[in-house]
């Protein structure tokens, strides 16, 4: 549904976006993550068409978004971090106005925004004032513009900016509800929302996607042994004596016993140190049965700064 080749995207010496490549595809819900000053927002401006590349292209449903960009744009709903309302018209009157903007045809208009605003929940909010409306009810009226003409890409640029916990929630339910009629891109730094919401998740740091999978996979791919838990038989004290003594085990935490006469450990080695046979080694030296040893899953945060601060990058 969205195809980007080679997109890049200079400003005099300064490469915001270096050569990427990626694909969404239909239905799927791509988190879009990085550091500020990373490329998200140049990125999507470019797949919107509000600017151009430097080199590459972007396909919007087949369509290149430079070559056939009205084509390209009807399968395009937009929300920027900063949505485009005019606090001065009511939020139908709004809508409206978007909708002559798009050319959305007269016949079968009202039951479109009837149904927008039924999804995004501010049916109860038509009449009002757009500018007389909470942070969170504005945030829902710059996605309801997103979705007139029933798009099948959304692009959402950080959706839940400035919501309070409870908002953002109920946006991350609309999100997710939206997710089963449209392909949808997001940027966002509220990492567990991204991590609730999305199917999928690409990194980008310094103009470069330097992680793209889903939060699982990442967090495989990056553990490698490196942080483990594991459950032993035998007393907490003489588990934490033997496991004390190696000096690979840079983080020993006890985090409770799940069984009778057992006691469940997580252990941490140092970055790429794989600490699987030492912990096997060390415990069956002391004559401590090991009764179950699994990595760790890394948080969406830990993946985050693990391939935004570290070297290399994971595909």
Do not use: W
């Not at 400003?11 to 879009?32: K, L, P």
């Not at 469940?264 to 600490?275: K, M, N, P, R, S």
């Amino acid at each position: 549904m969205i195809e980007v080749r080679n997109l890049t995207k200079r400003y005099g010496q300064h490469v915001a976006v270096n050569n990427i490549s990626f694909t969404v595809e239909e239905g799927e819900i791509v988190g879009f993550l990085g550091p500020n000053g990373a490329g998200k927002t140049t990125t999507m401006n470019i797949i919107t068409g509000f600017i151009s590349a430097t080199e590459g292209e972007a396909i919007i449903n087949g369509c290149n978004i430079l070559d056939e960009p009205e084509k390209a744009k009807r399968n395009i709903g937009y929300m920027p971090d900063n949505p485009p309302i005019y606090g001065d018209m009511l939020v139908t009157e709004y809508l409206n106005f978007v909708c002559d903007i798009k050319g959305v045809r007269q016949a079968g208009r009202k039951k479109m925004l009837t149904d927008i605003m039924d999804a995004v929940k501010i049916t109860d909010m038509q009449k009002r004032l757009v500018g007389n409306l909470s942070k969170g009810y504005r945030q829902r009226v710059g996605l309801a513009q997103a979705l007139v003409g029933f798009p099948k890409v959304l692009i959402l640029d950080e959706p839940t900016v400035g919501l309070d916990p409870k908002q953002i929630i109920e946006m991350r339910d609309v999100i997710k509800r939206l997710g089963k009629k449209h392909t949808i891109m997001l940027s966002s730094h509220i990492l567990s929302e991204v991590s609730a919401v999305c199917d999928r998740v690409m990194i980008i740091n310094k103009g470069n996607i330097v992680a793209s999978d889903s939060p699982e996979k990442l967090s495989s791919s990056l553990t490698q042994g490196r942080k483990m838990q594991v459950r032993v038989k035998g007393g907490k004290h003489d588990i934490k004596t033997a496991l004390d003594s190696v000096s690979m085990f840079r983080d020993i935490a006890f985090i409770g016993s799940r069984e009778a006469g057992t006691c469940d450990f997580e252990l941490q080695g140092d970055e790429a140190v794989d600490i699987r046979e030492a912990i096997f080694t060390c415990l069956a030296k002391n004559n401590l049965p090991i009764l179950m040893m699994k990595s760790s899953d890394l948080t969406l945060e830990e993946i985050f700064l693990q391939v935004t601060t570290g070297e290399g990058s994971v595909k």
